[in-house]
C-alpha cells in the first residue's frame, strides 16, 4: 500500500526564518510527486511536480527537491503570506490517483 | 483561463438524504477527479473520470457514485447520508495524468 509522511506537523517560523519541509513516500512504481499549499476553506493549489530523483523546482521562495524515498520543500526567508497546509502527494505507474499526507501546517509570524 | 468550479459551495442535508454535487473542469480538461478531505482522514480519493468512463475508484462504499458528461463536466452522487459524511468535497481536473488543478470545494454538513 502506498504511504506518504509529512512532517512536522506544525511549523511556525518568525519572518525571514528558512526552514524544510519533510515528505516521505512508500510506493511502488512513482510516477510522479506534487506539492499543493492549501488556504483554510479551499482547495489546495498545485506548486510542484517532481518526477526523479535528484530533480529539483523552484517557485519564489520555494524549492522542492526529491531522492528516492523522500522530498523536502525548503522555504527561504518565509513572509507571513506563506502560511499555509502545505500537502505532499504522489502518483504511481498503475494509476491517476494521488494519495496525499496528511500535510504540515505552516505558520509565519511578522 | 477559469479555474475547476463546484456547486454548491455549501449544503447542510439530514442523515438518510441524497445529495449530488457538480463540478466544471478548466476548459479542455478531459480528466476529473473527486477526493474526499475530513480533519481525521485528510484527503482520499473518491473516483476518476475521463471521457464518461469510470477510469479508477477509491475505498468507498457504494453509496458514492459519479459520473460524467460529454462536455467533460462531473457530478457525484452521495446517497444515504450518513454524518461521517460531513467533509469537504474537492473535485480536481487535469489535462494529462500528472498535474491535477483543484476546486474550491464543496462543503457539506449531513445533521
Known amino acids: 500500500e502506498d504511504q506518504v509522511t509529512q512532517s512536522p506537523e506544525a511549523l511556525r517560523l518568525q519572518e525571514g526564518e528558512s526552514s524544510s519541509l519533510n515528505c516521505s513516500y512508500t510506493?511502488?512504481?512513482?510516477?510522479?510527486l506534487f506539492w499543493y499549499r492549501q488556504d483554510p476553506g479551499k482547495g489546495p493549489e498545485f506548486l510542484f511536480t517532481?518526477?526523479?530523483a535528484g530533480e529539483e523546482k523552484e517557485k519564489e521562495r520555494l524549492k522542492a527537491t526529491l531522492t528516492k524515498k523522500e522530498s523536502f520543500l525548503h522555504i527561504t526567508a518565509p513572509k507571513p503570506e506563506d502560511s499555509a497546509t502545505y500537502l505532499c502527494a504522489v502518483q504511481v505507474n498503475s494509476g491517476s490517483r494521488l494519495t496525499f499526507g496528511e500535510g504540515t501546517q505552516l505558520t509565519v509570524n511578522p | 483561463k477559469a479555474g475547476v468550479t463546484q456547486t454548491p459551495r455549501y449544503l447542510i442535508k439530514t442523515r438518510g438524504q441524497q445529495v449530488t454535487l457538480s463540478c466544471s473542469p478548466i476548459?479542455?480538461?478531459?480528466?476529473v477527479s473527486w477526493y474526499q478531505q475530513t480533519p481525521g482522514q485528510g484527503l482520499q480519493f473518491l473516483f476518476e473520470y475521463f471521457s464518461e468512463t469510470q477510469r479508477n475508484k477509491g475505498n468507498f462504499p457504494g453509496r458514492f457514485s459519479g459520473r460524467q458528461f460529454s462536455n467533460s463536466r462531473s457530478e457525484m452522487n452521495v446517497s444515504t447520508l450518513e454524518l461521517g459524511d460531513s467533509a469537504l468535497y474537492l473535485c480536481?481536473?487535469?489535462?494529462?495524468?500528472?498535474?491535477?488543478?483543484f476546486g474550491p470545494g464543496t462543503r457539506l454538513t449531513v445533521t
Open positions: 480536481a481536473s487535469s489535462l494529462t495524468l500528472y498535474e491535477q488543478y
Open positions: 510506493v511502488s512504481g512513482l510516477r510522479g
Open positions: 517532481l518526477y526523479s
Open positions: 476548459s479542455g480538461h478531459r480528466s
